[in-house]
């Protein structure tokens, strides 16, 4: 049955926007994969993509023209997203995008239309939701933590932290990407981790045992309702939030 | 007494106050200061009770001189009393701050002494916080009846938000179970702030390097059902708060029986729907339009147990319905149960370009359930039938029933 050909790419932005470029001078059906994606039903042929800036460039400037940025910009929250139909997605609302302009967001009659709104508001959700459960562990002058989200939000909450905590030393790890923020107390960078995460952080220093009391001693037991807690603060992220691990 | 035995005590002591809220704020930040406040409020945890925790929410003391007969900490009530000091606070709220464990301080006490000497302890903590730690997060104090307005207006030149707990509806239930405050030490501390915010945001306009007073304005709690105020009296008085001193919230906390004071009513479990239909009441009068003379009336100055306040009002409004989805506008449409601002915005932006169907609307996640009774798509009605017994029985809130049929306060016949 298979006329649809599958092209993957090496997970960059810009290696997704080459693959978009690649799709379009394609004449049959396309599915866009990451490299490491599961992919379903590996009976297509697949195509590794080259990224290419240049064409990755062409296609980001033009699209960005029929736009405005304000799409731009949600195109890239639904690429940090980590559903393996997040790049074929992108690629349905890119030709979207030229048919209909700017208009295309109003068009939530399309399931792609209503998919790619669902999937950026999970990403951006997320990342306001890591913003309260991230959990700092004071290692010496440094604040540490650990994360891992289900999308790749960790530049998402960059702003956030260095203009709070801006005169800290800091580092958000996500353990799941193996990536990592630090912020030396005036700028910040992203590198990957290759070395195991810190495990030895069993010992509680007053503020962190006070945390725990406090969070122990502000419920009230005449209303306990675990379902409604869940739905707010789902158990995937308890093992990284030190009043719930 | 350590201090986390203290922190036991004064947390505990301080959670029946149901504020979380951590929004709002403008407050211009200080720099080289450590931390901001979100205008749009974080939360940092959730308690087993479902309540979001965003601040660190402590009585300074427990210690009290008054005598109010719901309040766990009235002087004759028998429990361990505790005590933190302005710098032990200070400290607590930066360490927990930097970690990331809330966005700032919720402050409040019991009457230490009298009510100035308590406010001017508070002032401390916050002094402290604001100008020897440079924190630039959010702090919401309470004002302690009776406080002279002097230090009222000290407090709030350096804090987000403050708020005076009205507790109780009226005069007469006040007098009957807080006999040491009176409604006018609470009133008069809040339209105190309030001409002051007013004042402030005029000065603004001209100085713009005036200090901000209460830049997240102010709110207030109430104790629902440990006096015999109805529904209808609450919501009354939660409009004219909105109206007269533009109050950012009221909020409704459903009475938790505490002692065994004659003048007490005897429950087993707090009035949690009760509580929560106010709620829903209250976004109604504050988002949606309503007025609390819409909701309820004398004849029925309760809230229906088997339906939200909304569709109560709709299903003794059909005649406003059905409403057509492609060509109503806005405020019309926010009337309609099982539709809200969200999926009001939604529909404006898809009818620009496309007409709807009923299909749609569920694809847009409108709750349809409910909604599909009281519309029409392109002309189609979408619900069955549309008639009042009909949508009266098919339209009862099953959560809610299952929720009162374990209380004891509801007969047999109210099902």
């Given at each position: 049955m298979t006329k649809v050909k599958i092209l993957t790419y090496d997970g960059s932005f810009l290696g997704l926007f080459t693959a978009i470029y690649t799709a379009y001078y394609l004449k049959q059906e396309v599915e866009i994969f990451k490299v490491k994606d599961e992919i379903p039903g590996l009976i297509s042929p697949t195509v590794m993509i080259e990224t290419d800036e240049f064409k990755a460039n062409k296609v980001f400037r033009a699209l960005e023209q029929k736009v405005g940025k304000i799409i731009m910009d949600n195109i890239y929250f639904v690429f940090l997203s980590?559903?393996?139909y997040s790049s074929s997605l992108i690629y349905s609302y890119v030709r979207l995008c030229f048919k209909?302009?700017?208009?295309?967001?109003?068009?939530?009659?399309l399931p792609e239309v209503l998919t790619f709104e669902r999937t950026r508001n999970k990403v951006l959700g997320e990342a306001h939701r890591m913003t309260g459960f991230i959990r700092f562990k004071k290692l010496g002058e440094i604040l540490y933590a650990q994360i891992e989200p289900d999308h790749n939000i960790l530049e998402l909450v960059l702003d956030h932290f260095s203009s709070r905590l801006g005169s800290e030393k800091w580092i958000i790890h996500d353990k799941k990407r193996s990536i990592a923020l630090i912020y030396n107390g005036k700028e910040s960078r992203f590198v990957t981790v290759e070395?195991?995460?810190?495990?030895?952080?069993?010992n509680l220093d007053i503020y962190e045992s006070l945390w725990k009391k406090y969070y122990d001693s502000t419920s009230i037991k005449e209303r306990i309702n675990e379902r409604y807690k869940l739905r707010s603060m789902?158990?995937?992220?308890?093992?990284?939030m030190l009043e719930t691990e | 007494m350590d201090i986390v035995e203290k922190l036991a005590i004064l947390s505990d002591a301080a959670k029946y106050d149901v504020s979380c809220s951590s929004s709002g704020s403008t407050r211009t930040n200080k720099n080289n200061g450590i931390g901001n406040a979100e205008s749009s409020g974080i939360c940092h945890s959730f308690t087993t009770d479902g309540r979001c925790i965003s601040l660190l929410k402590i009585?300074?003391?427990?210690?009290?001189?008054y005598d109010c007969v719901?309040?766990?900490?009235?002087?004759?009530s028998d429990v361990r009393r505790a005590f933190l000091s302005p710098s032990e606070i200070a400290e607590l709220t930066i360490n927990f701050y930097k970690r990331n464990y809330i966005e700032g301080l919720f402050l409040s006490s019991a009457v230490y002494k009298n009510p100035d000497y308590t406010m001017e302890l508070i002032i401390e903590a916050v002094t402290l916080l604001r100008n020897a730690y440079n924190f630039n997060g959010y702090i919401h104090i309470k004002v302690i009846p009776g406080t002279k307005t002097e230090l009222i207006a000290r407090a709030g030149r350096l804090v987000d938000r403050m708020s005076v707990n009205m507790?109780?509806?009226?005069e007469k239930s006040l007098s009957l179970?807080?006999?040491?405050?009176t409604l006018h030490n609470i009133m008069s501390p809040m339209s105190f702030i309030h001409s002051n915010i007013i004042t402030n945001i005029e000065e603004k306009r001209i100085f713009k390097s005036t200090p901000d007073f209460v830049p997240a304005g102010q709110s207030t709690q109430l104790i629902i059902?440990?006096?015999?105020?109805?529904d209808l009296k609450i919501i009354r008085l939660t409009e004219n708060l909105y109206k007269s001193?533009?109050?950012k919230r009221v909020y409704y906390s459903a009475y938790i029986p505490v002692s065994t004071n004659p003048l007490l009513p005897v429950i087993d479990k707090p009035p949690l729907l009760r509580e929560h239909r106010l709620y829903q009441a209250d976004w109604l009068l504050r988002f949606?339009?309503?007025?609390a003379d819409e909701l309820l009336?004398?004849?029925?100055p309760f809230f229906d147990t088997n339906y939200d306040p909304k569709t109560d009002w709709a299903l003794n409004h059909?005649?406003?319905?059905?409403?057509?989805i492609n060509t109503a506008p806005p405020r019309t449409l926010l009337r309609?149960?099982?539709?809200g601002h969200r999926s009001v915005n939604k529909i404006l932006a898809l009818r620009r370009v496309h007409k709807i169907n009923s299909d749609n609307l569920k694809k847009l996640g409108?709750?349809?359930?409910?909604a599909r009774h009281f519309i029409t798509c392109d002309g189609r009605y979408?619900?069955?039938?549309?008639?009042d017994f009909y949508i009266r029985n098919i339209l009862v809130d099953q959560k809610a029933k299952a929720l009162t049929s374990t209380t004891r306060q509801l007969s047999f016949f109210d099902s």
């Open positions: 980590d559903f393996n209909y302009g700017r208009e295309v967001a109003l068009h939530l009659e070395n195991e995460p810190i495990s030895n952080l069993q789902p158990k995937r992220y308890h093992k990284n | 009585l300074m003391t427990n210690i009290c001189s719901y309040c766990i900490n009235r002087i004759s507790e109780l509806p009226s179970l807080a006999p040491q405050k059902g440990a006096t015999n105020e109805d001193f533009k109050l949606y339009g309503f007025k009336t004398e004849r029925k059909l005649g406003f319905f059905p409403v057509e309609i149960p099982g539709i409108i709750v349809m359930k409910r979408c619900g069955d039938m549309f008639n």
